[in-house]
């Protein structure tokens, strides 16, 4: 996977994951047409709140690639690193979300796991694509 793909991928996938996570979710309390037909507002408003904790998770990503601290510790370490990021980047979104009043203060600690669930996902990816490119 080159730069700009893994790039791409750390700074869009997530939200994108947690808005998949929410919808799959809801199918057990909502309609699927209504689970449907939020998704896209849903979606919108998590690129929206989560900008910032994306960018900073990319950075953050971007630096543990290039200082050679994927292939010095590993698959595992990776994934472990963007979980932990992903874990802060979902308390921020929804810390984000609570101060403009679209979430309440306690959804920090759902989004938080959520974030670190994800961030687990798209860590093993991006390592997995980076080392079947090396």
């Given amino acids: ?7 791409l991928v750390e700074l869009l996938a997530p939200p994108f994951l947690a808005v998949m996570w929410l919808a799959v979710a809801s199918f057990k309390s909502e309609t699927i047409l209504s689970t449907l037909a939020g998704f ?7 690129y929206l709140f989560s900008i910032i904790p994306s960018l900073a998770y990319t950075l953050a990503m ?5 200082s050679g601290l994927r292939s010095h510790f590993g698959i595992f370490s990776t994934a472990g690193f963007s979980s932990l ?9 929804a810390a984000i979300g609570a101060w403009l009043g679209f979430l309440i203060p306690s959804d920090c600690i759902h989004f938080a796991s959520l974030g670190a669930v994800v961030g687990l996902l798209v860590g ?3 390592d997995r694509k980076q080392t079947s490119a090396a």
């Fill in 62 to 66: 971007e630096i543990w690639f290039r």
């Fill in 1 to 7: 996977m080159n730069t700009n793909k893994r790039i």
């Fill in 40 to 46: 896209l507002p849903l979606l919108l408003f998590a």
């Fill in 124 to 126: 093993f990816y991006v």
């Fill in 85 to 93: 990021l992903g874990s802060g980047a979902g308390f921020l979104a």
